[in-house]
Structures are given as structure tokens and as C-alpha cells.
Nanobody, 126 residues
């Protein structure tokens, strides 16, 4: 059974850090493009970051560049999103995703992934 279980969210003060984790089962993360998305009520789901399995390249939405880092641990079949310098506007439910198919074979920040985590709440507030 294919499953993604994300965790690590919580309440943090502005400027703080969190690391989100997403454990995969039923498939191998190393063979898939992976991504992190976030959703705020009343807004569309936004692609935050992605990692291509073919060449290890990554992409980030402009608002998180230099602050967030996507990674994966092949041995643990787990992906991560390290979030530093958090801002109140980063508050959202964050979702991990895996298995996207694009013409280039590279990952995408568009929400065209087959597998999704259940979401973890991140709140940045003083």
C-alpha cells in the first residue's frame, strides 16, 4: 500500500526553524520526483519545493529561496523540508508529495503528483 506520512509541524516564533519529515511506504522515494506544497484557507495550494530523482536538482518558490531546503534520506525512505528564518506568511498546512510525470522528467512545483501526505500544520506567530 502506497502511503506518505508527514510530520514535524508546530508553532514557532518568527525567525525560528522547523524540519518537516515525510515517511514513504509501498514505493521507493529515490525513484520518484518529490515535492512539498502548502495550503492556506481561501488560497490555492502552492508548490514550495521539489527534488528531481534523475539528477538531484531542486527548485523552490521565490518566497522561500535561501530559507528552505528539501532533502531525502534514501536509507530511511524519508523526505524532509528544513525551514529556517520562518515568517508569519509561511503559516499553512504543508503536504509532501511524490511521483510526478513531466515531459522533462524533472520535478515540478505544479500539483500533479500521484501520492500525497495527510498534511501537517505550521504556524509562525509570536
Amino acid at each position: 500500500q502506497v502511503q506518505l506520512v508527514d510530520s514535524g509541524g508546530g508553532l514557532v516564533q518568527p525567525g525560528g526553524s522547523l524540519r518537516l519529515s515525510c515517511a514513504a511506504s509501498g514505493f521507493t522515494l529515490a525513484e520518484q520526483n518529490i515535492g512539498w506544497f502548502r495550503k492556506v484557507p481561501g488560497k490555492e495550494r502552492e508548490g514550495v519545493s521539489c527534488l528531481s530523482h534523475s539528477d538531484g536538482s531542486s527548485d523552490y518558490t521565490d518566497s522561500v529561496k535561501g530559507r528552505f531546503t528539501i532533502s531525502r534520506d534514501i536509507a530511511k525512505n524519508t523526505m524532509y523540508l528544513q525551514m529556517d528564518g520562518l515568517k508569519p506568511e509561511d503559516t499553512a498546512v504543508y503536504y509532501c508529495a511524490a511521483n510526478s510525470k513531466t515531459p522533462s522528467g524533472l520535478c515540478t512545483l505544479h500539483a500533479i503528483y500521484d501520492y500525497w501526505g495527510q498534511g501537517t500544520q505550521v504556524t509562525v506567530s509570536s
